[in-house]
C-alpha cells in the first residue's frame, strides 16, 4: 500500500490451493520438490539461522559484516527450498473475483475501481467525481483479516500456547494469511490472492542494493529488521515441525523462508488499526479494497462506524473523474516509508531525521545536567527528530542544546529557581536564551554535529543527484538513493539553519527579539505539579522521543479507551508505527529497534486521536519477566537488541 508500497508487477497471493493438488480460487498445489534429504539439510541450516540471528548486538561498524553472515545462510536455505513455493496466479487475472467478492459482501465502492498507474502501481481510480469528504469506501468487519480472525481460526490454539505468538500480535496475522493462503477454499481467497507476489521493502533488496543504504542514519535499522525476520523465520520452522498443536496447520511443508517474507511484507505494508466490535480496543487489521490506496500528503480521512461495524473512507480533498484517488498515511518520515512500505515520497512534508545526543557521564556537570533535563522530560542521551523544512529543530532538541550547553551557575540557578518550570518552558523558545555567550555555543555545537553527521554519507548531494539521474537503476537502488538524498538534505538545512541563528544572535538580542529566559519566566504561565514532567504546552514532548535512548522506529501500541461509545472511530494510515521510533510491525523492540513495521492507523475515540500501530512493528517486544518461564528459544526471540 502506498505510492509505490508494493512491486505490481509479478504475481499475486493465490490463496485457497488444496495441498496435494489443484483446485481453489487461487490454484494453489501442495509445494514439489521435497525430500527428506533436503528436510534434514534445511533443519541444519536453520538451527544454525537460529543461532547466528538471536546474538546479542555487534560492536558498531560490525553490523554489516553480521548481516551479511545471516544472509549468507538464509541463501542457503532458499536454495534448498527451491520448489518448495506455490506458483501463483498473476494477481491482475484475479481483480475480477476480488471485486465480485466484494460486491457479495455488502462492500460499497461505486465511485472508485482499481487501476494501475505509472506511478504508485495499482490504486484506486475515480470512476466520477468525488467532493472532498464524500463517503467512497464502506468496508464490513466481516471482511477483513484481524487479529481475532487469527486467534479464531485453525491456528488459535498455537496461538494460545506459544508466548511469542502472544505477545507478537502482528506476527500471528502474518501466520494467519499464511495459513489461509493454504487452506483449500479459504473465506478470504480473493483477497489473499490480490496481494503483489513480491514487494519493494528492504527484505527483498539485493545484497549489492542493501549497499546503497551505507551511509544513512538508518542502515542499521535495516539490516535489524532482516536480522529479526530471519530469526522470527527459524524459530517458527523449527516450532511448525515439532508442536502438535501445528500439525493441523497447512505451513508443515509450506513454510519457506520466501512465503513468511511475503507473508511479514503483506502485514508491514497494509497493516492498520480498527476497534473491536464494543469499542474498547484496538486490533491490527487488514482491511480489502481500502488498502488498495496509494498516499499522499493530507489528512486523516477514514473512520470505524460502530454502529454498523465498518470502516468508511470519506475522501480528503476532491478527485476528478479518472484521477487516483489517495489516502494520508500519516506522518512518517521517508525511513518509516522505505522501511515498511517500500517506496520513498519525495514531496513528504512530514520527513525527518533522527540524530542521537546525550550528555557524556564523563562530564563533571553530567549529575547536574541530567536532573534538569529529567523536570523538563527528556533523558541525558536521548534520540531527537531533525525534520525539513523552515523550522527543523523541536522545542525538546532546544531545550537539551541549552542545558548541554550551560555552566555550573547557570545550573544551580535553573535548579533553585522559584521559577522553575516557567524556565524550563521559555528553553525551548527560540526568542529565549540562557546567556549570549551559551546561546552561541549551544547553536555552534548542533551546527558542528549536523555538519559530522553529513561528512559521515561519505558522498555530496549534488552526486547522488546525479547518481539518480542514470536511467540503468534498479527500484531498489532508486528508493536507497531518494532516502540518502532527502536526510542528507534535511541536515544540510538544519546545519544552515543553526549558523543562521548563531551568526543572527547579536541582532536578534539588539532588537530584543531574543532575551534572558530567567527574564521571560517570571511572565510565563505554565501547568502546576510537575511531578517530574515537563508540561509546558510550548514544549509538547513526543511519547516517542521520549525513548530511553535508543528510540527507534515509532512504535506507539495505540490502546483504546475504555467504556468508549462512539459510533465512529477515526481510522487513517497512522504514521507513527509504534513510537516515533519505532512502530513496525515486525520490529524486534530492542533499543536499535527492527523496524519492520506495518501500515498503521490513527484511531480517534471520543474525540482523542490514538496513534495506532502506525508502522506497528511485528517486534519482538521484550517485556517478559523472568516469573514467565519461557524457553530459552523464545528467549532468544524475544530479546532486544542493542
Known sequence: MGKKSKRDRGSGGSAGGKAG??????????????????????????????????????PPGKELEEHMSIRE????????????????VPRQQCFPVFLKWLDDHGVKYDKVTIEEFEVGGYGLKAVSDIKAEELFITIPRKLMLTTETARESNLGPLIKKDRILQVMANVSLALHVLCEKFTPNSFWAPYINIFPGTYTTPL?????????????????????????????????YKLFQTQPEATGLPLK??????????????????????????????????????????HCNGEFSTEFNLGSDSAECLAMQDFPSGSQVHIFYGMRSNAEFLIHNGFVYPENVHDRVNIKLGVSKNDSLFAMKAEVLSRAGIHASTTFQVHCG???????????????????????????????????????????????EQETKAWTFLETRLLLLIRSYRTSVKDVETELERGDLTYHTRIALQLKLAEMQILSNAAEYAKSQRENIPQLIEDKILQLAADVALTVKVTDDLDGEFVEEVLELSEDEEDTGNQQKEVTHAEGTDGNK?????????????????????????????????DGDAIKLNGTTIEGNAEVSLSENSKETESQSESKEQANILVAED
Open 566 to 598: 462512539d459510533d465512529d472511530v477515526a481510522i487513517s494510515h497512522a504514521d507513527e508505527p509504534k513510537t516515533v521510533e519505532k512502530d513496525s510491525g515486525l520490529e524486534s523492540s530492542n533499543s536499535n529497534s527492527e523496524r519492520e513495521s506495518v
Open 390 to 436: 523552515k523550522d527543523p529543530i523541536p522545542p525538546e532538541l532546544l531545550v537539551f542544546l541549552r542545558v548541554f550547553t550551560m555552566l555550573e551557575a547557570d545550573l544551580r540557578d535553573l535548579l533553585t529557581s522559584e521559577h522553575q518550570s516557567a524556565y524550563l518552558s521559555c528553553l525551548g523558545r527560540l526568542d529565549c536564551m540562557v546567556t549570549q
Open 73 to 88: 545462510v538464509v541463501e542457503r536455505i532458499r536454495r534448498k527450498q527451491e520448489g518448495w513455493n506455490v506458483d501463483p
Open 21 to 58: 493438488g489443484g483446485g481453489g480460487s487461487g490454484g494453489n498445489v501442495k509445494p514439489n520438490g521435497r525430500n527428506k534429504k533436503d528436510v534434514r539439510e534445511v533443519m541444519v541450516l536453520v538451527n544454525e539461522l537460529l543461532q547466528k540471528a538471536s546474538s546479542p548486538g555487534v
Open 253 to 294: 511443508e509450506c513454510f519457506t523462508f520466501d512465503e513468511y517474507r511475503w507473508a511479514v511484507s503483506t502485514v508491514m505494508t497494509r497493516q492498520n488499526q480498527v476497534p473491536t466490535s464494543d469499542g474498547r480496543h484496538l486490533i491490527t487489521a487488514l482491511i480489502p479494497m481500502w488498502d488498495m490506496c496509494n
Open 204 to 236: 527483498y533488496f539485493e545484497e549489492g542494493e542493501m549497499l546503497h543504504l551505507q551511509g544513512s542514519l538508518n542502515f542499521s535499522d535495516v539490516l535489524n529488521q532482516y536480522k529479526s525476520i530471519a530469526r522470527q523465520y527459524a524459530y517458527f
